[in-house]
């Protein structure tokens, strides 16, 4: 996948970038080759590879320290709104802040 000028100055502009025209084609050479790494990745065929859940697992076995997902509170919904000065409908109210 490579990028020109048009896509570089579209993604500064998206991410609220400005580039100067000296920095542009720098950067479009880093995300070209950013890009070109990523094809190469994509390219190795990881099918008989099973995920890691920490990278510790790749050099050791590590056990998971799992627990029961149980609720161990109740509701207190009503109790942690009574010091709020306008609630509706379970929910907090506040002034609007934003016109």
Request: cysteine-free; hydrophobic content about 45%; glycine content about 4%.
């Amino acid at each position: 996948m490579a990028l020109n000028l048009e896509d570089v100055s579209r993604i500064a502009k998206l991410a609220r970038l400005e580039l100067s025209p000296a920095e542009a084609p720098v950067m479009l050479a880093n995300l070209n080759e950013f890009f070109s790494i990523v094809e190469q990745m994509s390219a190795v065929d990881t099918s008989g590879v099973e995920p890691l859940y920490t990278p510790l697992s790749a050099l050791q076995q590590v056990e998971l320290r799992l627990r029961d997902d149980v609720v161990t509170e109740g509701n207190q919904r009503e109790a942690n709104q009574r010091s709020a000065p306008a609630v509706e409908d379970g929910l907090f109210l506040v002034p609007k802040v934003i016109e």
